[in-house]
């Protein structure tokens, strides 16, 4: 799994190569910029789906917020793995007899407390 932090600048464009074996998502933080070849749209609390793909292409653009002028996103990737996925709340499994194995574990406190020492 590949995940990092970038900060862009207004009129700046990053170009990450990526595994086009790999999907891919942007999350924006804050400020204004643009996704993908095709520059779409990417504003703070925005997610974009790219999929698999040869590279990331992000730029920064000029926004009506002062306070972030710079596009500061996480970029997170990774190989699909292939298995089924089953979720509910806070809990990702592949199973419905894991989740329901989770939600008993959770209740009975076998998952511990952060922090730790909390008790």
């Not at 998502?25 to 070849?37: D, E, H, K």
Request: net charge neutral; hydrophobic share 40%.
């Amino acid at each position: 799994m590949t995940m990092l932090h970038a900060s862009i600048e207004p009129g700046a464009r990053l170009e990450l190569p990526w595994d086009s074996r790999s999907n891919s998502l942007v999350y924006a933080l804050a400020g204004r910029g643009t996704v993908g070849a095709d520059a779409r749209l990417l504003t703070h609390g925005q997610l974009a789906v790219l999929g698999p793909g040869a590279n990331v292409v992000l730029r920064g653009v000029e926004g009506p917020d002062s306070r972030h002028p710079r596009l500061e996103v996480l970029v997170l990737g990774g190989r699909p793995i292939g298995e089924p996925v089953a979720a509910h709340g806070p809990f990702v499994m592949n199973t419905r007899a894991e989740l329901l194995q989770a939600f008993e574990d959770f209740e009975r406190g076998r998952m511990g407390v952060v922090p730790p020492h909390a008790r």
